[in-house]
T-cell receptor, first 112, second 109 residues
Framework: DVKVTQSSRYLVKRTGEKVFLECVQD?????MFWYRQDPGLGLRLIYF???????EKGDIPEGYSVSREKKERFSLILESASTNQTSMYLC???????????FGPGTRLLVL | QKEVEQDPGPLSVPEGAIVSLNCTYS??????FMWYRQYSRKGPELLMY????GNKEDGRFTAQVDKSSKYISLFIRDSQPSDSATYLC?????????FGSGTKLNVKP
């Protein structure tokens, strides 16, 4: 079974803090993704990576950065957290062409 | 226009009913289609994955793709209260995935 794990299920941070969200997959997938999910807005792609040290901006990259130093690990960084970044953050991974995405359990982030 | 459109529901059915969930999409380059089930406060779980047009069955679930009309469906037979969740459809074009906003399903005992 594909396993995608996220470092925290719930996180509470203060405005201005630097926040790290980590994602690890154990299936040697090339592609990894970060989404945020908000009521009424659905899933929105923040960043994705199709190889180690490679990254591509998604639809809403502002206020976020990512790091992929190892194939199995993809980190999302909120440089200076703001209240409008309160959301459910979902990590996903997939093999190359022709493979579906597999999601992690999500991190519910609350920024006060 | 969103790449994938999905009625948000909620859809409420009695236990044992056949459920039909539907999506339309606009990008004719989509080749792969997925259905995910998401329980409240959890990550989406892959239910079905299909390539191109046709039907795919897995237990009580059947996924159907009609590329000519850009229409994808998920049928759930003998629905159970444990099927109550939000169902997301998605299409894939190369390395990008496009999701519907999800349909909330409630199966009443």
């Amino acid at each position: 079974d594909v396993k995608v794990t996220q470092s925290s299920r719930y996180l509470v941070k203060r405005t201005g803090e630097k926040v790290f969200l980590e994602c690890v997959q154990d299936m040697d997938h090339e592609n990894m993704f970060w989404y945020r999910q908000d009521p009424g807005l659905g899933l929105r792609l923040i960043y994705f990576s199709y190889d180690v040290k490679m990254k591509e901006k998604g639809d809403i990259p502002e206020g976020y950065s990512v790091s992929r130093e190892k194939k199995e690990r993809f980190s999302l960084i909120l440089e200076s957290a703001s209240t409008n970044q309160t959301s459910m953050y979902l990590c996903a991974s997939s093999l190359g062409r022709g493979s579906p995405q597999y999601f992690g359990p999500g991190t519910r982030l609350l920024v006060l | 226009q969103k790449e994938v459109e999905q009625d948000p529901g909620p859809l409420s059915v009695p236990e044992g009913a056949i459920v039909s969930l539907n999506c339309t999409y606009s990008n004719s380059a989509f080749q792969y289609f997925m259905w995910y089930r998401q329980y409240s406060r959890k990550g989406p779980e892959l239910l079905m994955y299909t390539y191109s047009s046709g039907n795919k069955e897995d237990g009580r679930f059947t996924a159907q793709v009609d590329k000519s009309s850009k229409y994808i469906s998920l049928f759930i037979r003998d629905s159970q209260p444990s099927d109550s969740a939000t169902y997301l459809c998605a299409g894939r074009n190369f390395n990008k995935f496009y999701f519907g906003s999800g349909t909330k399903l409630n199966v009443k005992p």
